[in-house]
Structure formats: C-alpha cells, structure tokens
C-alpha cells in the first residue's frame, strides 16, 4: 500500500493551501485516515482524523484544538483519497504534514498503519 501526498507549499500568513493523499495498492478496505505533522525538533502529531463512514453518513472527524475552526478534514472513499483544507493558516503551521490510513488488505484482516513519505508546508509572517 502506497500513501501519496500532494498539497503541501509556501504560503502567507493567513492565506490557504489544500493538502490531497491518495492510497493505492492491496486494499480491501480504508479505515480511518488522517493527518499528522512534524515541525523541526518537535514531536509528531496529530492534526485531524476521519473514519470511514457509510454510504449515508459521512465519518466522524477529531482535530487537534489548535486547528478546530481553521481546518477540515475529509475523504472520498471512491478514490481512496484524503483532504486537509487549511485555512487562517498560521507560521506555527508550518510542518511538514503526513498523510496516514488504516487499511485492511482482506474482509477479515486487522487494520495496518500506512504512512505517506510527508509534504512540506511553510507558513511565512
């Protein structure tokens, strides 16, 4: 399984940047995905996580309090693809932000965490 992330780049304080991360290879099926982040000499963490939903009912969402209001997370399950739209975008923003899903590879398989190599994301003051 492949995570690839695309989105990431310089912006002003203050102005938008849409993060996309599509999965590919031996799924059966995606649960939860979700974005992290990592700025220099920090920690890892969370930004924001949807699960899968149904076809009636779009997944529930959990973001860090940092982000509530400023980003949104969501996801087409026809295209295995994730999105972060980021706005009001801060220079403590910048990170470089990981794209990562649970996914199982058969109808009777545990999920398995899966990782996107991570993009860039510059916020300037």
Known sequence: VQLQASGG???QA???LRLSCTASGSIFRLNA???YRQAPGKQRELVA???RGT???AG???YADSVKGRFTISRDNAENTVYLQMNSLKPEDTAVY???ADVSSGPYDYGVDYWGKGTLV???S
């Open 55 to 57: 076809l009636l009912v």
């Open 98 to 100: 990981y794209c990562h």
């Open 33 to 35: 995905m979700g974005w």
């Open 14 to 16: 203050g102005g938008s």
């Open 122 to 124: 510059t916020v300037s």
């Open 49 to 51: 996580v949807i699960d």
């Open 60 to 62: 529930s969402t959990k």
């Open 9 to 11: 780049g310089l912006v």
